[in-house]
């Protein structure tokens, strides 16, 4: 029986002496389960090779119609996998062991052969040709899996450079230089944490001002990139009508909640400035409260302003904003910004806003708001320990100068 598959190994008897025939048939039959075959004529036993598979095929060398070698070779194109073992006379052992390389010969055996011995052969034979069969299937297996591997490999290099191509036109969205306006400085830090980010900042400029959106769409990756996109066009359309914080958030809720998927939301903050006047008007939409570093006082104001964010809800009764007047005095600075930063986790759990990203904008009070943003990242970077950022950064500093 085979090693594999347990079933009868098929074995082919080609010999022209019945007398051979009969005392192997006999010996298989009491001893072993194999299905035999037998022919006296090697073109006949052509004929079954060509229509029946065989493990093992054993043939006389002198025959009158072909040697055993020739039909060996002929079995060998036919049935390569099948095991050659060749029956000689002493007087022919130079050429059994010629046709061990000629035909590829298994073994061979003189006459008379010693039953046992030869049990024992073929047994050898019949296990040596499952485990090439199994490492042949082995071998096909590894091969499927290196052209998985090889097709995951070109799959994910297709997909990183799609990757890539979406990212750079997300940041193309995003303004190339933030604008100037008479007695304000702006400066910003973006960085998504991975190759698309959820984060999102614009503006408008009119006769009236500046406009600034600051936002923070729910999760990352493509379904979020794609949302800031759409929020670009959004706010630019609402933001060339609104007049007022309230009526920009209120605008921009209703047409994302028509388009956006159930579930998807975004969180922001809008701040409306005029130039030379040292108040502004801020409004939120779920972003984390806005600071205001105190110059002269050298403290630091947290702005509480709640509010349901955009695209969430569509009740007119449940969304309602409110909007806040702040004044800046010289050097005071505003800070608003998506959570990303205060989520930076140091090595006991504690998050960077817990504490200490009070207490590093407090010690920045009086200080320019692009260093204060530089400073504040460094701090919280430091704080993470140079992990990689588990949320993007998005801040927006307006100082009043």
Known sequence: MTASDHKPASILIVDDDDLVLSSLRGVFSLQTDYEIHEATDPNKALEL???????????????????GIDFLKKVSRVQPDAVRILLTGYADKENAIRAINEV???????????NQAMLMIIRNALEEKSLRRQLSERVSDLDKLLREHTELSDRHRFLERELEMAAR??????????????????????????????DFYDFRVDESGVKFLVSDVIGHGVQAALTTMLLKGIFQEAAAEAKAPVQLLEDMNGRLHRIMPEGMYAAASVVFLEADNSSLKFANAGLPYPFVLRASEKQLDEIVLAGPPLGLFGDASIVQY????????????????????????GENGEMFEDKRMRQVLT????????????SLMEKALAFGNGQPLPDDVNLLAITRN
């Open 49 to 67: 090779v060509a229509r029946t598979p065989l493990d093992v095929v054993i043939s006389d060398f002198l025959m009158p119609q072909m040697n």
């Open 104 to 114: 590829g010969l298994y073994h061979y055996l003189e006459k008379p052969w010693d």
């Open 169 to 198: 036109i997300q940041r193309s969205l995003l303004p190339e230089e933030l604008p100037s306006l008479a007695g304000f400085d702006f400066s910003n830090i973006y960085r998504p944490c991975e190759a698309l980010g959820g």
């Open 322 to 345: 409110e909007a806040r007047g702040l004044d800046l005095g010289p050097r005071d600075v505003m800070l608003v910004g998506s959570d990303g930063i205060g989520s930076i986790t």
């Open 363 to 374: 010690e920045l009070a009086g200080t320019e708001g692009s260093k204060v943003i530089g």
